[in-house]
């Protein structure tokens, strides 16, 4: 399954913030992160990614700072600040909001179905409507 751009980049700024908030981290391992926590459904590239990171550091977010990793390669790690930790409380509100409505939408479509509409149904529960 292909998650369209628009919601991969609306679920951008709550997924790094929270990844961060599990620890600091640089670009390559957030990468690895989304795609794990994701099952492989999202994979996101550094093209998408770097924009998000330097729009976080902006905001104040996120902070930046520069390490030499034990393979003596530099590595730009990120760490969330208390200011990106109200942000992600923030934002888990609003999704739990839009997936509350969802959620009640696709309820209600279900009890509309005339019985017996099983085929209906089953794309329903799939989530492919």
Known sequence: MDINKELTAASS??????????????????????????????????GMLYPVLHRLERYGYIQARWQVAENGRRRKYYRITTDGRAQLAEERRQWQAVDATLRNIWKAFMLALPAGNHTTAAFVRQGAI
């Open 13 to 46: 700024t709550p997924l790094v913030l929270a990844i961060l908030a599990e620890g600091d981290s640089y670009g390559y391992a957030i990468l690895q992160r989304v795609r794990e926590l994701s099952g492989g459904r999202i994979a996101w590239t550094d």
